[in-house]
């Protein structure tokens, strides 16, 4: 990844923060760690993001040393719980 991608904020659409489906999301069934799991596909956002009951049930933990700030809809910042290990 380059530096500019690196250090730019990441952007989540609010479709994705609300789990809603629109024309600019898909909804895929999946699996992670072989539990089962359900995959929204954002064009609107430019990070992954997995929700955090999720990351438990697949035994991910967030590193809270590495946090990000996230910009949502509107513009509005919040902070992340940390990347998943």
Do not use: Y
Not at 13 to 35: C, F, N, P, W, Y
Not at 37 to 53: C, K, M, Q, R, Y
Request: charged share 20%; proline share 2%.
């Amino acid at each position: 990844m380059d530096d500019v991608c690196e250090n730019a904020t990441p952007k989540i659409s609010l479709h994705d923060v609300a789990r809603d489906q629109v024309l600019e999301t898909m909804r895929i069934q999946g699996s992670i760690k072989g539990k089962s799991v359900v995959i929204l596909i954002d064009s609107g956002s430019t990070h992954n993001s997995i929700n955090a009951e999720v990351a438990q049930r697949v035994n991910l933990s967030p590193n809270a040393n590495n946090r990000l700030e996230i910009m949502v809809a509107f513009g509005e910042k919040l902070m992340s719980s940390g990347k998943c290990t």
